[in-house]
T-cell receptor
């Protein structure tokens, strides 16, 4: 099946710094990608829908100025956590829809962010 | 808002037993319900889905049942194996577009003992 990669897999940063997470579709194109956040032992919460060539659509309660999304090409979306704080520490996962089925979504392996 | 939830947060079974993981949903407008498996430190993997106009669908060792009357979804895993140990999420899809946003339930931790 199709593969979605994320980089980095783990990142530790100091409070106040910004962190960029990349999501790539390796062998298919994705005009849309989704970004999720998952706290320990909790479910995935959709943060935003990333759209190639246009602005991202953010879910209610997600600060767009704090979580910057750039869908630079048909295979790359980036999420930048700006001025990160310890409460932003979480597992960030991206996904991209496939083409074989309406429910086909390929998830990346996730990025573990720890803010000290 | 609308949400998808689970009855049981943890489930422990013996290898070879059948497992049943349950999920309650509240959005009757969802067009698909999907089960995902998530192993520790990894992204979710698709298991099986069911359209809202169906009540049962079978896959390899898995069966999903949908009861729209009581808004209940279940995943049955036959002959559970240690490799099935993971967190299982139900999710509902809505939107009516070629792809839809997913709303995930709370998750059930399945532990399979050899």
């Amino acid at each position: 099946g199709a593969v979605v990669s994320q980089h980095p897999s783990r990142v530790i940063c100091k409070s106040g710094t910004s962190v960029k997470i990349e999501c790539r579709s390796l062998d298919f194109q994705a005009t849309t990608m989704f970004w999720y956040r998952q706290f320990p032992k909790q479910s995935l919460m959709l943060m935003a829908t990333s759209n190639e060539g246009s602005k991202a659509t953010y879910e209610q309660g997600v600060e767009k100025d704090k979580f910057l999304i750039n869908h630079a090409s048909l295979t790359l979306s980036t999420l930048t956590v700006t001025s990160a704080h310890p409460e932003d520490s979480s597992f960030y996962i991206c996904s991209a829809p496939g083409t074989s089925s309406v429910n086909e979504q390929f998830f990346g392996p996730g990025t573990r962010l720890t803010v000290l | 808002g609308e949400s998808v939830g689970l009855h049981l947060p943890t489930l422990s079974v013996q290898e070879g037993d059948n497992s049943i993981i349950n999920c309650a949903y509240s959005n009757s407008a969802s067009d698909y319900f999907i089960w995902y498996k998530q192993e520790s430190g990894k992204g979710p993997q698709f298991i099986i889905d069911i359209r809202s106009n169906m009540d049962k669908r079978q896959g390899q060792r898995v069966t999903v049942l949908l009861n729209k009357t009581v808004k209940h979804l279940s995943l049955q895993i036959a002959a559970t194996q240690p490799g099935d140990s993971a967190v299982y999420f139900c999710a509902e899809r809505s939107g009516g577009t070629s792809y839809g946003k997913l709303t995930f339930g709370q998750g059930t931790i399945l532990t399979v003992h050899p």
